[in-house]
């Protein structure tokens, strides 16, 4: 069974940092993209965030570049999302996904293989 488990979510203060994590399972993700989404409240699923697992090529949304920072360590089957520079309006549930095509990652399809249960991140100000 395929499984996506994110954590590293919680509570912290505008101007800090939080380090995700997204723990991948039940297969082998060599020929998979791996996304990091957020949702906030009243508002639409975000793309943030996208390696391709075998060779290592990160795509960022113009939103989070030079704030988030993507990265994978194959070894342990994990993604991280590194966030800094943390805003309240980066309040939102964040997801991890898996999926064979990278345009449609890229493009935050709802139909994407696997997804995470989320974690809750919120920033206060």
């Known amino acids: 069974q395929v499984q996506l488990v994110e954590s590293g979510g919680g509570l912290v203060q505008a101007g800090g940092s939080l380090r995700l994590s997204c723990a991948a399972s039940?297969?082998?993700?060599?020929?998979?993209?791996l996304g990091w989404f957020r949702q906030a409240p009243g508002k639409e699923r975000e793309f943030l965030a996208a390696?391709?697992?075998?060779?290592?090529?990160?795509y960022y949304a113009n939103s989070v570049k030079g704030r988030f920072t993507m990265s994978r360590d194959t070894a342990k089957n994990t993604v991280y999302l590194q966030m800094n520079s943390l805003k309240p309006e980066d309040t939102a549930v964040y997801y991890c996904?898996?999926?064979?095509?990278?345009?449609?990652?890229?493009?935050?399809?709802?139909?994407?293989?696997?997804w995470g249960k989320g974690t809750l991140v919120t920033v206060s100000s």
């Open positions: 039940g297969r082998t993700f060599s020929t998979y993209t």
């Open positions: 996904a898996a999926h064979w095509n990278v345009h449609e990652v890229l493009a935050g399809k709802n139909d994407l293989d696997y």
């Open positions: 390696i391709d697992w075998s060779g290592g090529s990160i």
